[in-house]
């Protein structure tokens, strides 16, 4: 099970951004670089969904709903993936978590994203 830090999130305006991180500081680096990852969210009774993915070599994939205004990346020599959200909606309101999975996997811990109308 690999540890996992989350942090970003926050409370936001309609239209504004903001950076999710999640480190992974106990992965060495080749395997950092052999991992799939992503960011779920889940809003308030709703199931978790999916929102960006990339893999471990470097594809990336979005949800219809966040193609365009969200970016999913990594540094590998700092062992984090990050999720820029850019023109935040009311409704990417939710609990934020990225996952890896691989060789290692684990889930971080959560962040909450409101985004006000």
């Known amino acids: 099970q690999v540890h996992l830090v989350q942090s970003g999130g926050g409370l936001v305006q309609s239209g504004g951004s903001l950076q999710l991180s999640c480190a992974a500081p106990?992965?060495?680096?080749?395997?950092?670089?052999?991992?799939?990852m992503s960011w779920y969210r889940q809003a308030a009774g709703k199931e978790r969904e999916l929102v960006a993915s990339?893999?471990?070599?470097?594809?990336?994939d979005y949800a219809d709903s966040v193609r365009g205004r969200f970016t999913i990346s990594r540094n590998s020599s700092r062992k984090i993936l990050f999720l820029q959200m850019n023109g935040l909606k009311p409704e990417d309101t939710a609990v934020y978590y990225c996952?890896?999975?691989?060789?290692?996997?684990?889930w971080g811990q959560g962040t909450q994203v409101t985004v006000a109308a």
């Open positions: 106990r992965l060495i680096t080749s395997t950092f670089w052999s991992l799939d």
């Open positions: 996952h890896f999975q691989g060789r290692e996997s684990g």
């Open positions: 990339i893999s471990s070599s470097g594809a990336t």
